[in-house]
Each structure stands twice: as structure tokens, then as C-alpha cells.
């Protein structure tokens, strides 16, 4: 037995896949930058379409349900649906592509080590960037608009909610990931799920829609409800987060990440047969 192996079985697994996790992390960060580089290679526009894809499907949107809920403002409705559209879009697509993440990352995963979490994080730290871009895009629209939130502390809570968003988005991509693997009509049972949430979710709802007595439920059940009203308190409305979805968001994180890791652990390493 080589002398590796024996000192690799002396150390707590813990402690060696935090190394291993260390010692690929400049894989992780080409693999995002390989995935933003494919998906803007040769367009004229390059990130600006991360922008203005979902700024004109929001404009649309605003257009067409604006007049149905009979919003009082074109572009004061346009606000809530492209700040709500950008997170949800990070979401659906943490979900969808992730579900591909190891499948992808066949062959690396058959020719070395390399901690199956790499592959994982892949598709929620390329979609923050995407999410960042369009949350810029959103400043620039308000900048314009003379839309601004107002001076205040729940300013502070803006930088915050990034790194919310990708410690909900990584446990909900090793999910998607390990089932992926295992079982291939979840990409089909996804997509119905991920349609039937953007209905039920306060993208283009309103939100005393979802507020009302016979729909409350769904704030608890549904994830995003929480997480894009915190997205939007500090920056379209002007407030602090309440403490209620900051409650029912912390325990959403606490389970997916409970979840996440008990299916790493007993997946393991056998989840390459799977491939």
C-alpha cells in the first residue's frame, strides 16, 4: 500500500475533503468562468443579454398583467416584476441546469478525485453572476426612472442578500445534482414543478395577492415567497426584511442543507456508477 493512501486514511474525512475542496478551487472558478464565456461567445451584446432578456420579458409582462391587475404604474410595476424576475430566474435555473451538473463532469469525475462539491457549486455561483448583472440593470432602471430606495439602514441588507441567495442556491443544486444522477425523469418532473411555482411565486403577482387568508399557507410552503420579498424590501420598497419570511427563509435553508448533505453522504463516491 502506498504511503499516500496511509496518511490519507489517518486524516478525518472532514479534514481531507476541505483540502481537496481548497486544492481544486481554481477548477471551480474556471468552470464558471468556461460557462459565462459559452454562453456569450461571439454575441454582439455579450453580458448585456443578462439584462436585457428578462428586463423584456418583464416589460411584457407589466404590459400585458399590468392592465389585468389594472396597475396604477407602468413602470413602477415593470420595477416589480424585473426585480422579481432576476431572482427567480437564478432559481429555475439552479434547478434545471444543475440536474446535469455531474452528468457533465463525467469525465473528470472518472479520471480523478475531485470532490463531487466542485461540480455542484458550478451552476449557483455562475447564475450569481447572471443575478448580479441584471441587479444592475435593475439600479440602472430605477437610477432612471427616479426610483431609488430612500437613505436608510435597510440599505445594509442589499450586499446581504447575494450570499443568502447562493447558500440557498448550492444545497438546492446538490440535490438536483444527486437526483439527476440517479434518476433522470426528475428533469421532466422538474419542469412541471418550475412552472407551476412561477404562478404561485411574487413575480408578477402581487404581493397582497399572496397575503390573503385563503393563500397564506403558500408563504411557508413556498420558498421563493420569502426569498424574493427580501429581495425586493430594501431595494424596490424601501424597508427592513420582516422577520417572519427571515424566520420561514432560515428554515428553508436549515432543511435544504440538512438534506443536501445526508444525500452526499450516503450517494458517496458510488454515484459514479450512476454516470
Same mark, same amino acid.
Given at each position: 500500500m502506498a504511503y499516500v493512501n496511509i496518511r490519507e486514511r489517518q486524516v478525518p474525512f472532514a479534514v481531507r475533503y476541505i483540502s481537496d475542496l481548497l486544492a481544486y478551487r481554481h477548477l471551480a472558478w474556471n468552470l464558471v468562468g468556461s460557462d459565462l464565456r459559452a454562453r456569450f461567445r461571439r454575441s454582439y451584446l455579450g453580458v448585456l443579454w443578462a439584462v436585457i432578456?428578462?428586463?423584456?420579458?418583464?416589460?411584457?409582462?407589466?404590459?400585458?398583467?399590468?392592465?389585468?391587475?389594472?396597475?396604477?404604474?407602468?413602470?413602477?410595476?415593470?420595477?416589480?416584476?424585473?426585480?422579481?424576475?432576476?431572482?427567480?430566474?437564478?432559481?429555475?435555473?439552479? $434547478?434545471?441546469?444543475?440536474?446535469?451538473?455531474?452528468?457533465?463532469?463525467?469525465?473528470?469525475?472518472?479520471?480523478?478525485?475531485?470532490?463531487?462539491?466542485?461540480?455542484?457549486?458550478?451552476?449557483?455561483?455562475?447564475?450569481? $453572476?447572471?443575478?448580479?448583472?441584471?441587479?444592475?440593470?435593475?439600479?440602472?432602471?430605477?437610477? +432612471?426612472?427616479?426610483?431609488?430606495? +430612500?437613505?436608510?439602514?435597510?440599505?445594509?441588507?442589499?450586499?446581504?442578500?447575494?450570499?443568502?441567495?447562493?447558500?440557498?442556491?448550492?444545497?438546492?443544486?446538490?440535490?438536483?445534482?444527486?437526483?439527476?444522477?440517479?434518476?433522470?425523469?426528475?428533469k421532466y418532473i422538474s419542469q412541471i414543478l418550475i412552472q407551476a411555482l412561477f404562478f404561485v411565486s411574487p413575480v408578477m403577482l402581487g404581493r397582497e395577492v399572496l397575503d390573503r387568508p385563503e393563500l397564506n399557507f403558500l408563504s411557508f410552503v413556498n420558498p421563493l415567497i420569502p426569498l424574493i420579498n427580501m429581495f425586493r424590501d430594501p431595494v424596490v420598497n424601501g424597508q427592513l426584511w420582516d422577520k417572519t419570511e427571515v424566520l420561514t427563509l432560515s428554515f428553508w435553508l436549515a432543511g435544504l442543507w440538512v438534506v443536501s448533505i445526508a444525500m452526499a453522504v450516503r450517494a458517496g463516491r458510488k454515484l459514479i456508477f450512476a454516470l
Open positions: 432578456q428578462p428586463l423584456a420579458f418583464s416589460l411584457t409582462i407589466a404590459l400585458v398583467w399590468g392592465s389585468l391587475f389594472q396597475a396604477q404604474s407602468y413602470w413602477s410595476f415593470a420595477i416589480y416584476v424585473f426585480s422579481g424576475m432576476i431572482v427567480w430566474e437564478y432559481f429555475a435555473s439552479v $434547478v434545471s441546469v444543475s440536474q446535469d451538473a455531474l452528468i457533465n463532469a463525467e469525465g473528470y469525475l472518472k479520471q480523478t478525485r475531485v470532490p463531487f462539491f466542485i461540480f455542484q457549486m458550478r451552476t449557483p455561483l455562475t447564475s450569481m $453572476v447572471i443575478f448580479l448583472l441584471g441587479a444592475v440593470g435593475l439600479a440602472i432602471l430605477m437610477l +432612471s426612472l427616479q426610483s431609488l430606495p +430612500s437613505w436608510g439602514e435597510h440599505l445594509l441588507l442589499i450586499p446581504l442578500f447575494p450570499v443568502i441567495l447562493v447558500f440557498f442556491g448550492i444545497p438546492v443544486a446538490t440535490i438536483m445534482s444527486i437526483a439527476g444522477t440517479q434518476f433522470r425523469d426528475i
